[in-house]
Structures are given as structure tokens and as C-alpha cells.
């Protein structure tokens, strides 16, 4: 197994995470994908925002 799956799998690779965004701002997140600046991944939270409050 290459070295990078060995680590991926040891969880000793991650993804950096840019911004986590609800799915009710979707377009708030593609409008920052969309601009080319973001270094990490953005995350869309796909639950029900009722039951986190």
C-alpha cells in the first residue's frame, strides 16, 4: 500500500477544513469556492438545524 493510503488510514492524514457552512447557506459556500481562495475543504452540514438547537 503506498505511503500516503498507510497514513490516510492511520489517521495520521487528514483534510484541512476551511469553513464548515449549514446547508441553508449553500450558496454562500459555492460563492466562496467559486472566488478560487479557499486553501481547505468547505463542508456542508447536511441536518436538521432545529434538533441542534
Request: cysteine-free; hydrophobic content about 30%; proline content about 6%.
Amino acid at each position: 500500500m503506498p505511503a500516503t493510503l498507510t497514513h490516510a488510514d492511520t489517521g495520521q492524514l487528514r483534510p484541512i477544513t476551511e469553513r464548515v457552512f449549514p446547508l441553508s447557506e449553500a450558496s454562500q459556500a459555492f460563492e466562496q469556492a467559486r472566488q478560487g481562495h479557499t486553501r481547505g475543504k468547505i463542508i456542508l452540514r447536511v441536518e436538521d438545524e432545529e434538533r441542534r438547537r
